[in-house]
């Protein structure tokens, strides 16, 4: 059937009202996820809305989902409107290319991130817990997402770079505020000054990437030393050649660099401060995961081998990810006309896709709203439909750090558990604010209680 034909024959998706002109992009800065949530309830599966002058879908169903990540996933690209807006960050690496050039890069990328390849890295995570741990004094209170930023920021940059960026935390950490910041700027607000603006803003963008960038610059030229004595993915990276033998330009070295080190850190530092903080809301099951570490471990530190065994620890982060998913959007563009779900879609129309809407939905998961990481247990994971639990996205562009993202969690977290009890210690619950990653407002600040007898040595 036509486009044309179909768009005559079949019903209209209804969706909320817009405003005028804007259509509903002032309720995607308000609270993106609890407006979609609500529109996937009401008006599900696919939703009508509008972004100014453009069309946009919600599209709220397992098999839908499919379709567009996976089964006609080359007609849904990343959406343009918002990477051409971040292209100074992310460059063309492999969170924004498409097509061939994507294609490309991710199978040169892919090794990187092979499972041999990751267990490797379950050392340098270990390492940093101990070294966190280290410091963290009985009774005190932290901020979690901070120490999740940091410790995060670490671990990435050392699997990466193979550089301790301890000395550069603090300059790593402000000029990813600011970047984030930017980035959030550039993703929810319709009308954002061009990159050439000389507001305040845009300026202090433009100085984050100068820095990020300066610092990756280091990094390779450090590498170009002794290559070959590396074990790193930009190693790994500077390494790969193309069917024709060719290595990647330095420019795109150094896209893929910083479009790993972004999307690597700051993911999983979310899922960890999310993580903690429903702990403090769930002493009981703190007090199940304290007893399952310590059978497990007897005492000693989790390593990369321990993963297996360590489940209640791994209910526990997709649990958190299922309430809380770290990358709560995810958007593409229609390039040609198409149909989903038998309703007609314009070429260029925006879709998108809420992991935080389907995996809160009750018709999947019972008492949706509570944190039961028990809920895990008993092979939910095989009988829940797929493309219902998606916090790494699903299809050809599924995370490819998901791996590396799960032992990271899972290796963090019994460090802590192992040697601590966490009690939330601020007046209101963090608000999570959806921007490039789920953030939690607030922070996660947090009153540490040393476990007598810990030891995790
Ligand atoms: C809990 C942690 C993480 C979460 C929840 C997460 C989530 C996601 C999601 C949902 C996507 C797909 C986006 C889309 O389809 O538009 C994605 C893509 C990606 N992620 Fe992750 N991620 C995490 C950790 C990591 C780590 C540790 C790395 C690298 C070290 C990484 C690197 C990437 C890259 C490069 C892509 C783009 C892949 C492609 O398009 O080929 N992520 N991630």
Request: with cysteine; proline share 6%.
């Amino acid at each position: 059937m036509s486009l044309l034909s179909l768009a005559i024959a079949a019903p209209r998706p209804l969706g909320p009202p817009g405003r005028p002109v804007l259509g509903n992009i002032l309720d995607f800065g308000r609270d993106l996820n609890g407006f979609l949530e609500r529109c996937a309830r009401e008006y599900g599966p696919i939703v009508k809305l509008r972004m100014v002058h453009r069309a946009a879908y919600l599209i709220a169903d397992p098999e839908l989902n499919e379709y567009v990540l996976l089964g006609n996933y080359r007609n849904f690209v990343k959406h343009q409107m918002f990477f051409s807006r971040v292209r100074r960050v992310f460059g063309w690496g492999l969170l924004s290319a498409d097509g061939d050039q994507w294609r490309k890069q991710r199978r040169l990328a892919a090794p990187g991130f092979h499972r041999d390849r990751i267990a490797e890295y379950g050392r340098i995570m270990s390492d940093y817990a101990a070294e966190l741990v280290g410091e963290w004094r009985d009774g005190e209170v932290r901020d979690m997402y901070v120490d999740m930023r940091d410790i995060a920021s670490k671990v990435v940059a050392r699997a990466l770079f193979d550089e301790d960026v301890a000395g550069d935390v603090a300059e790593v950490g402000s000029a990813m505020d600011d970047l984030l910041g930017g980035i959030t700027e550039r993703m929810l607000h319709p009308l954002v000054a061009p990159d050439w603006a000389p507001t305040r803003n845009v300026r202090r963008y433009r100085r984050a990437v100068a820095r990020i960038d300066k610092l990756v610059a280091r990094f390779m030229s450090q590498h170009r030393k002794n290559l070959d004595e590396r074990g790193t993915l930009l190693a790994m990276l500077m390494q790969a050649r193309d069917e024709d033998g060719k290595p990647m330009p330095d420019a795109q070295i150094r896209d893929e660099a910083v479009t790993l080190f972004v999307a690597g850190h700051d993911t999983t530092a979310t899922a960890l401060s999310w993580t903690l903080y429903l702990l403090t809301q769930h002493p009981q099951w703190q007090a199940t995961l304290h007893a399952a570490i310590d059978q497990t471990l007897a005492g000693r530190a989790p390593q990369a081998a321990d993963l297996a065994v360590l489940q209640a620890v791994e209910w526990t982060v997709r649990e958190s990810m299922r309430l809380y998913p770290p990358v709560s959007l995810v958007a593409r563009q229609a390039v040609d006309d198409c149909e989903i779900g038998g309703y007609p879609i314009a070429a260029g129309s925006l879709i998108y896709i809420s992991p935080w809407a389907m995996q809160r939905d009750p018709r999947y998961f019972n008492d949706a709203r509570d944190f039961k990481p028990e809920r895990w247990s008993d092979g939910l994971d095989s009988r829940l439909p797929r493309y219902v639990f998606m916090p790494f996205g699903g299809g050809p562009r599924t995370c490819i750090g998901d791996r590396f993202a799960i032992m990271e969690a899972v290796l963090l977290l019994a460090s802590f558990v192992q040697q601590f009890e966490f009690e939330y210690a601020g007046d209101k619950p963090p608000k999570p604010f959806a921007s490039i990653t789920l953030i939690p407002v607030g922070g996660v600040p947090v009153r540490l209680k040393r476990r007598s007898g810990a030891t995790g040595k």
